[in-house]
């Protein structure tokens, strides 16, 4: 009984490792998708505010504005492609660093369960 509690809290102490692991490297994925995620967000209000502009444009004016809103719009394409580049990669750091953290709480929820069996 001793022993497979034994066993059971050094797994857990391996499991709580990887679990630590696999949620920093999902933090700092996060990290970059809350950027990226910003980084679109912004690109579309500068794109949305070049469209709503009601003053009277001259020629020149408005070349320069289209021309800003076509670099606008292809910003606002590569950082969305950028995106979805990355949402996959990011779900499944997401799966794993919840795999592993319930992994270890199971764990310890299997030798707490020995430990009070074995002290009833």
């Given at each position: 009984m001793v022993n497979d509690a034994g066993k059971l809290a050094a797994l857990e102490r391996i499991a709580r490792l990887k679990a630590e692991r696999e949620l920093r490297?999902?933090?700092?994925?996060?990290?970059?998708?809350?950027?990226?995620?910003?980084?679109?967000?912004?690109?579309?209000?500068?794109?949305?505010?070049s469209y709503r502009s009601d003053s009277p444009l001259s020629l020149p004016e408005a070349?320069?504005?289209?021309?800003?809103a076509g670099r606008a719009a292809r910003e606002l394409r590569m950082a969305d492609l950028e995106l979805a580049r990355m949402t996959p990669g990011f779900?499944?750091?997401?799966?794993?660093?919840?795999?592993?953290?319930?992994?270890?709480?199971a764990l310890r929820e299997l030798a707490q369960a020995k430990r009070r069996g074995r002290q009833d």
């Amino acid at each position: 009984m001793v022993n497979d509690a034994g066993k059971l809290a050094a797994l857990e102490r391996i499991a709580r490792l990887k679990a630590e692991r696999e949620l920093r490297k999902f933090a700092a994925f996060n990290q970059h998708m809350t950027a990226a995620r910003q980084r679109v967000e912004q690109l579309r209000n500068t794109l949305e505010q070049s469209y709503r502009s009601d003053s009277p444009l001259s020629l020149p004016e408005a070349r320069v504005a289209n021309a800003q809103a076509g670099r606008a719009a292809r910003e606002l394409r590569m950082a969305d492609l950028e995106l979805a580049r990355m949402t996959p990669g990011f779900e499944q750091a997401r799966r794993v660093a919840a795999r592993e953290f319930g992994r270890a709480e199971a764990l310890r929820e299997l030798a707490q369960a020995k430990r009070r069996g074995r002290q009833d």
